[in-house]
Nanobody, 123 residues
Framework: QVQLMESGGGSVQAGGSLRLSCVDS????????MGWFRQAPGKEREGVAT????????YYADSVKGRFTISRDNAKNVLYLQMNSLKPEDSAMYYC????????????????WGQGTQVTVSS
């Protein structure tokens, strides 16, 4: 079976940094897209960043460009999200996800999801 597990969330002051990790088990990264999504209470799930497992091309939501960096370690099967210059509006539950096919920030197209890790940014 396919499993994803996030870690690295926590509480930080505005302007601080966090690095989220997502470990995959159960499928090959080849020809898959993996991404990070977030959801705040009362709001819809939002695509944050995606990366192609084969080629490494990355894509970001406009709201996080220049602040967040998505990357992956192929040998360890780990997906990362480095978050810098955090803002209170970044507070949300963060999820990693995967799908077979092209990268997209549309969450409804992803098949595999982790349980999430909470990020809270205070002002």
């Amino acid at each position: 079976q396919v499993q994803l597990m996030e870690s690295g969330g926590g509480s930080v002051q505005a302007g601080g940094s966090l690095r989220l990790s997502c470990v995959d088990s159960g499928f090959s990264y080849s020809r898959y897209c993996m991404g990070w999504f977030r959801q705040a209470p009362g709001k819809e799930r939002e695509g944050v960043a995606t990366i192609y497992t084969g080629g490494g091309s990355t894509y970001y939501a406009d709201s996080v460009k220049g602040r967040f960096t998505i990357s992956r370690d192929n040998a360890k099967n780990v997906l990362y999200l480095q978050m810098n210059s955090l803002k209170p509006e970044d507070s949300a539950m963060y999820y990693c996800a995967a799908r077979y096919g092209v990268c997209t920030l549309a969450s409804n197209l992803y098949s595999y999801w982790g349980q999430g890790t909470q990020v809270t940014v205070s002002s």
